[in-house]
């Protein structure tokens, strides 16, 4: 994304008078906003554009998000967040096995959605700066390819969303210390915990484990504990 032009926001959402809402204050914070009521445009639109976010629905008329989702995983590893009324734990976690990056449900503050925004995408342009940083990160069996993204179990690469490569990027920073939920909404999520899901860190941890290891302790009323020892390659 060249400085200087708007990064472009893809917003699936088939509620006109939300999909208003939602694109009108979105633009008012510099964002160029593509807008579908449906997946077939959507799909067409994310083809056609340099999309930097999708924020989607789950239920839309002529479709379903979560095989739109999988669509774009399929092709991109663009930022991704549901916005949807489904609440239940179930459809939390068949979000973020879609491929999402966050879960947002309704009714929900618009000023945490632009939050949430605003955050990914001074992740975007950090990266896009170049956090050029060769380094590894390595813990028990686990190597860490910072620059590369890329994570490998015991010499076999296995693959997170972009929220668990962050999640687990904060747990190696901070070895061996108990890191608390607000601490973790504060570094991962950027923004305060009143407005999260209480099963977003434990669902998104528990998800993390099971591709890692059991590397992280949950230590009873005080928060997550990273167990292994870390060293740092350049």
Not at 44 to 58: G, M
Not at 150 to 178: D, W
Not at 210 to 224: A, L, S
């Amino acid at each position: 994304m060249s400085s200087g032009q708007a990064a472009e926001i893809l917003l699936l959402e088939d509620d006109e008078s939300l999909n208003r809402g939602i694109s009108l204050k979105l633009r008012k914070e510099g964002y160029e906003i593509l807008s579908a009521a449906g997946v077939r445009e959507a799909e067409e639109l994310f083809d056609e554009h340099e999309v930097a976010l999708v924020i989607s629905d789950i239920t839309v008329e002529d479709g379903d998000g979560l095989a739109f989702c999988r669509s774009v995983r399929a092709k991109s590893q663009v930022h991704f967040i549901f916005l949807t009324a489904l609440d239940q734990e179930v459809d939390i976690v068949n979000g973020y096995d879609a491929g999402a990056d966050d879960y947002i449900t309704k009714p929900f503050s618009l000023m945490v959605l632009i939050s949430k925004v605003n955050a990914l995408m001074r992740r975007i342009g950090m990266r896009d700066e170049g956090s050029g940083s060769g380094k590894a990160l390595r813990s028990g069996d686990l190597k860490v390819n910072c620059r590369e993204m890329k994570v490998y179990k015991a010499g076999e690469e296995i693959l997170l969303s972009k929220k668990e490569f962050q999640l687990l990027l904060y747990f190696l920073e901070n070895p061996r210390q108990i890191i608390s939920r607000e601490q973790i909404l504060s570094a991962v999520w950027d923004i305060d915990g009143q407005f999260v899901d209480d099963n977003t860190v434990p669902v998104t941890i528990s998800r993390l484990k099971k591709k890692v290891g059991e590397y992280i302790k949950n230590v009873r009323g005080m928060g997550y504990l990273w167990t292994a020892d870390v060293d740092e390659e350049i």
